[in-house]
């Protein structure tokens, strides 16, 4: 005759006995060794990619080297654009995840809206080319995939932005996470590169467009994988 509160010995141990077994099958997953050109393939990798805090805290870290570890200097007028910038990028960030995530974000840096685009108007010499090329490069060196283009009204400026790039993108190029190679480069309209922290290939295009009726020639993009 069994009491009310008798041991059930067989669901115990089978209960340890399945949690013994899931451990184990992921100590086996994350011993699992595979040659460098499979990381982006694997489960992990994927799921690094897919976080928005990542790559968002990965993007805060990447700004705060340029400022802590290089010794770049930004104006208050220069704060606020980054931070706009900064804020169109979310969406690109979190993509499907940026609902769940409204509240942390608004938490995190006080926002009240998210937008995808935005327009400002700066005065000249106010660091609107450095502060693009500077978050252009830092969104490079930290997302998966990032790609950016730039559209100037006439070449010189085109040529401008991208050597500000380069510019930017040199300080990052010996860093421990940011470090990235050069994969290719068309004269001053496209510079791709392999970024360390991301293992993708990131390109940036500039363009003149302003006066040519909006139209760009590209070249056909080469097979760089």
């Given at each position: 005759?069994?009491?009310?509160?008798?041991?059930?010995?067989?669901?115990?141990?089978?209960?340890?006995?399945?949690?013994?077994?899931?451990?184990?099958?992921?100590?086996?997953?994350?011993?699992?060794?595979?040659?460098?050109?499979?990381?982006?393939?694997?489960?992990?990798?994927?799921?690094?990619?897919?976080?928005?805090?990542?790559?968002?805290?990965?993007?805060?870290?990447?700004?705060?080297?340029?400022?802590?570890?290089?010794?770049?200097?930004?104006?208050?007028?220069?704060?606020?654009?980054?931070?706009?910038?900064?804020?169109?990028?979310?969406?690109?960030?979190?993509?499907?995840?940026?609902?769940?995530?409204?509240?942390?974000?608004?938490?995190?840096?006080?926002?009240?809206?998210?937008?995808?685009?935005?327009?400002?108007?700066?005065?000249?010499?106010?660091?609107?080319?450095?502060?693009?090329?500077?978050?252009?490069?830092?969104?490079?060196?930290?997302?998966?995939?990032?790609?950016?283009?730039?559209?100037?009204?006439?070449?010189?400026?085109?040529?401008?932005?991208?050597?500000?790039?380069?510019?930017?993108?040199?300080?990052?190029?010996?860093?421990?996470?940011?470090?990235?190679?050069?994969?290719?480069?068309?004269?001053?309209?496209t510079y791709t590169i392999r970024a360390k922290a991301t293992g993708t290939l990131n390109t940036a295009n500039s363009y003149p467009c302003g006066l040519t009726d909006g139209k760009i020639n590209t070249l056909k993009k080469k097979n760089l994988d």
């Open positions: 005759m069994f009491s009310s509160n008798h041991i059930e010995w067989g669901k115990i141990g089978k209960g340890l006995l399945a949690d013994y077994t899931a451990k184990a099958e992921r100590i086996k997953e994350l011993s699992i060794s595979e040659r460098k050109y499979k990381y982006q393939f694997m489960d992990t990798m994927t799921e690094i990619q897919c976080s928005g805090r990542l790559k968002l805290a990965r993007f805060d870290r990447a700004y705060e080297y340029l400022k802590d570890k290089c010794g770049i200097r930004i104006g208050h007028m220069q704060e606020k654009l980054f931070l706009a910038i900064r804020i169109i990028f979310l969406p690109l960030m979190f993509e499907s995840d940026l609902v769940s995530n409204i509240k942390h974000l608004s938490k995190l840096y006080g926002i009240k809206k998210i937008f995808n685009m935005f327009a400002a108007l700066y005065p000249r010499r106010e660091g609107k080319t450095v502060m693009t090329a500077i978050a252009a490069a830092i969104f490079m060196v930290s997302q998966p995939h990032g790609n950016v283009i730039c559209y100037n009204l006439a070449k010189r400026q085109a040529d401008g932005w991208m050597n500000q790039l380069l510019e930017y993108l040199n300080y990052f190029r010996n860093s421990e996470e940011f470090g990235w190679t050069e994969v290719d480069k068309t004269g001053k309209e």
